[in-house]
């Protein structure tokens, strides 16, 4: 059952309404190793988590939060990539590299959020993982790193 359930919501998820399903649904068959990686994390997470699971909304609860430590982890990546950036950038450069990276960690937020009520709260941490790595694949691809 859970199985169906989490399949469930991995295809609604890559079909969903709004902008960062597509994105995802777009890049799913060229993922690069780390994203496999991260994947990997929130299965294995989920797969722990659930194994004592009660119910329908304890499993969301541990889906949520699955989704949510693999975007963590991403962000953290994102931050050491940004210090590395940082430091060769002029001071204009930095300002406007910060400011590029506040508003999309906004956007982030309400575009998930707003998914969330389309989809349902489970779309939430598939969103905020999905547009944290597509961030970070668009940061190293910008700064040539990979």
């Known amino acids: ?5 989490l399949s469930t919501l991995i295809s609604i998820s890559l079909v969903g309404v709004a902008g960062c399903s597509h994105t995802a649904h777009a890049k799913v068959s060229t993922k ?3 994203a496999k990686k991260y994947d990997k994390m929130v299965e ?8 004592n699971s009660s119910g329908a909304a304890e499993y969301n609860a541990i889906f949520i939060g699955c989704h ?7 962000d953290k ?7 590395n950036v940082l430091k060769d950038l002029d001071d204009y450069t930095k300002k ?4 590029a990276q506040q508003s999309w960690q906004v956007y982030r937020e309400k575009q998930c959020y707003l998914e969330s009520m389309f989809v349902g709260s489970p779309q939430w941490g598939v969103c905020m993982l999905n ?3 597509a961030r970070l694949n668009e940061l190293q691809s910008l700064y040539g790193e990979e």
């Open 77 to 83: 990546e994102i931050a050491r990539l940004s210090q």
């Open 96 to 99: 406007e590299f910060n400011a």
């Open 44 to 51: 294995d997470c989920i797969s722990d988590g659930s194994k």
């Open 131 to 133: 547009m944290t790595q």
């Open 1 to 5: 059952m859970k199985k169906i359930i």
């Open 32 to 34: 690069s190793q780390q």
């Open 68 to 74: 949510k430590y693999g975007a963590e982890e991403i």
